[in-house]
């Protein structure tokens, strides 16, 4: 978009590019220049003609096409553009003059807050400045004291909703605890025994095919990788 003294344009329209091209066909880019910029200073058309308007969006000259002469825009693209910047205008109004009570502060706060990077911060000052008061609340002095003295104590939480099963027994993280175990015993069963076990859990079908699986793999492993 360029600027000048009195208009700001932005991308031509397909009805401001169709009035231009009928004065700039043929030419070369040197000797089209002179041609354009009288073109948008209006030089090029009878101002009597009333068909010949200024797009009310892209600002170029456009001939209006329309029966009754009533277009303010020299495309379709200009006229949606120019009703999606009156919408959002309005919405902007509207926002600006809502009362305080029917806003949401605190989802408006988080669109302006960038969360998902590795360093959040807040596009707006006056959002960051409405959520300074809602900091982490430090613990007490002696709070580190309470924590030390309830690890050396054992201390198990229990809350006033939870059975009183053993169930609600809840461990302080960190904390380590003295845990006595039984003897250990190991046992070592037969071959017979191990067919037998698999044999009534799976079945002689089953375990014949399973062996086989197992053989045929064997067989595979050492022909391949040795």
Same mark, same amino acid.
């Given at each position: 978009?360029?600027?000048?003294? @009195?208009?700001?344009?932005?991308?031509?329209?397909?009805?401001?590019?169709?009035?231009?091209?009928?004065?700039?066909?043929?030419?070369?880019?040197?000797?089209?220049?002179?041609? *354009?910029?009288? !073109? !948008?200073?209006?030089?090029?058309?009878?101002?009597?003609?009333?068909?010949?308007?200024?797009?009310?969006?892209?600002?170029?000259?456009?001939?209006?096409k329309?029966?009754?002469?009533?277009?303010?825009?020299?495309?379709?693209?200009?006229?949606?553009? *120019?009703?999606?910047?009156?919408?959002?205008k309005?919405?902007?109004?509207?926002?600006?003059?809502?009362?305080?009570?029917?806003?949401?502060?605190?989802?408006?706060?988080?669109?302006?807050?960038?969360?998902?990077?590795?360093?959040?911060?807040?596009?707006?000052?006056?959002?960051? !400045? %409405?959520?300074?008061?809602?900091?982490? %609340?430090?613990?007490?002095?002696?709070?580190?004291?309470? *924590?030390?003295?309830?690890?050396?104590?054992?201390?198990?939480r229990?809350?006033?909703?939870?059975?009183?099963?053993?169930?609600?027994? =809840?461990?302080?993280?960190?904390?380590?605890?003295?845990?006595?175990?039984?003897?250990?015993?190991?046992?070592?069963?037969?071959?017979?025994?191990?067919?037998?076990?698999?044999?009534?859990?799976?079945?002689? @079908?089953?375990? @014949?095919?399973?062996?086989? %699986?197992?053989?045929?793999?064997?067989? =595979? @492993?050492?022909?391949y *990788?040795?």
């Amino acid at each position: 978009m360029t600027k000048t003294a @009195k208009t700001a344009y932005k991308n031509p329209g397909t009805g401001a590019i169709e009035f231009a091209r009928q004065h700039v066909e043929g030419l070369t880019i040197k000797e089209a220049l002179p041609v *354009i910029e009288r !073109l !948008l200073k209006g030089k090029l058309h009878d101002p009597a003609d009333k068909r010949i308007k200024r797009c009310a969006y892209c600002d170029y000259y456009y001939r209006d096409k329309t029966r009754p002469n009533n277009s303010k825009t020299c495309s379709r693209e200009c006229k949606i553009a *120019i009703d999606t910047l009156k919408r959002a205008k309005k919405r902007a109004d509207a926002a600006l003059l809502k009362p305080e009570k029917d806003r949401d502060i605190k989802k408006e706060m988080y669109t302006y807050y960038a969360y998902w990077l590795e360093y959040p911060y807040y596009i707006s000052e006056h959002y960051m !400045l %409405r959520r300074a008061h809602n900091h982490e %609340r430090p613990f007490a002095p002696d709070k580190l004291a309470q *924590i030390d003295a309830a690890k050396q104590r054992g201390y198990k939480r229990k809350g006033y909703a939870r059975p009183t099963d053993g169930s609600d027994k =809840v461990h302080v993280r960190g904390l380590r605890y003295k845990h006595s175990y039984g003897e250990v015993t190991t046992t070592q069963m037969e071959r017979t025994e191990i067919d037998q076990y698999l044999i009534g859990k799976y079945g002689d @079908k089953k375990l @014949k095919m399973e062996r086989w %699986r197992a053989v045929q793999f064997a067989a =595979v @492993k050492s022909a391949y *990788i040795g």
